[in-house]
């Protein structure tokens, strides 16, 4: 069943999350500047190519499949992943808010939320490319320590805000009766 399908996505997106929390702990900044500059550009322009592309994926999906609520849903999600974030920086949690270069709002990383929130909601809609949106996940929040813009806890926090947002809103859409064609094939699949 679907419930099924969720715990098994909200699973390998722990597993992912935590995998990545833990490279980002331990692996430490290589100081090289390919590498840098790599790592600054996933960030920008990177991580805004993803979620263009990503979004726009989804929307017209979601319009050419009449699923109006997955629409609302989704964009309703891109929204509150910038509000929550922003909210939580506005707080300036001591002793995190503080970006590595010496800038402010660095904590959580928006970067790693909204790559962790769009690869979960990406895996429950297009579930064959699981493997792309969680390297681009992953990546992109490698990204952020690697380019000094936020600190490994910074990313961390996040990471996990991230696969939390993506799930509620998942687990919000699935509630609609136009998930359940949706849920049928998902389940047909075997997925």
Known sequence: MIKGALARQTW????????????????????????FTFADYLGYPGNDIFLLVTNLMILVWAWRKKLRVAFG?????????????????????????????????????GHA??????????????????????????????????SEWHTDIQVMAGIILGIFTGWAFIAYWLRFPEARPWQKDYVRKGL
């Open 73 to 109: 849903v989704t964009l309703a999600m891109n929204a509150a992943v910038g509000l929550i974030v922003q909210g939580i920086k506005a707080v300036k949690i001591e002793p995190w808010y503080m970006r590595p270069h010496g800038g402010d709002n660095g904590f959580p990383s």
């Open 113 to 146: 939320c909204h790559a962790f929130t769009m690869a979960f909601f990406l895996t429950m809609f297009f579930p064959k490319f699981t493997w792309l949106w969680y390297t681009l996940a992953v990546v992109i929040s490698w990204s952020r320590v690697e």
């Open 12 to 35: 390998l997106a722990l597993i992912v999350g935590l995998a990545t929390i833990i490279a980002v702990l331990t692996i430490p900044k290589s100081n090289n500047y390919y590498i």
